[in-house]
């Protein structure tokens, strides 16, 4: 199996930008596809990015084309999540997640086998 842990969360202001990370240790990285979902308070975990193994297919949700960027960097076993023009509907717990489904794009938590801890995100006024 593999083990996540995500970095890189903090607070920002409105407009600003953050890039989250998500190491992976474990079996080997492009044995896995790899996603970053999200949860605010009181709502349901959402899906926000997935890239294949080797990135050539990647995928963003609608509602964060043309801010959010997900890239992954085989060589350190990591892939990261670049979120620009934050907003503040923007703010939630950020979870990165693993799965043995690498060669289709997979955008549901069900896809997913394994799941980091959270890192926070919180954007202010």
């Known amino acids: 199996q593999v083990q996540v842990v995500e970095s890189g969360g903090g607070l920002v202001q409105a407009g600003g930008s953050l890039r989250l990370s998500c190491a992976a240790s474990g079996r080997t990285f492009t044995r896995y596809g790899m996603g970053w979902f999200r949860q605010a308070p009181g709502k349901e975990r959402e899906f926000v990015a997935t890239?294949?193994?080797?990135?050539?297919?990647?995928y963003v949700a609608n509602s964060m084309k043309g801010r959010f960027t997900i890239s992954r960097d085989n060589a350190k076993n990591t892939v990261y999540l670049q979120m620009n023009s934050l907003k503040l509907e923007d703010s939630a717990n950020y979870y990165c997640?693993?799965?043995?489904?690498?060669?289709?794009?997979?955008?549901?938590?069900?896809?997913?086998?394994?799941w980091g801890q959270g890192t926070q995100v919180t954007v202010s006024a």
């Open positions: 890239a294949s193994w080797n990135a050539v297919s990647i």
């Open positions: 997640a693993a799965t043995k489904n690498i060669y289709t794009v997979n955008i549901r938590e069900s896809d997913y086998d394994y």
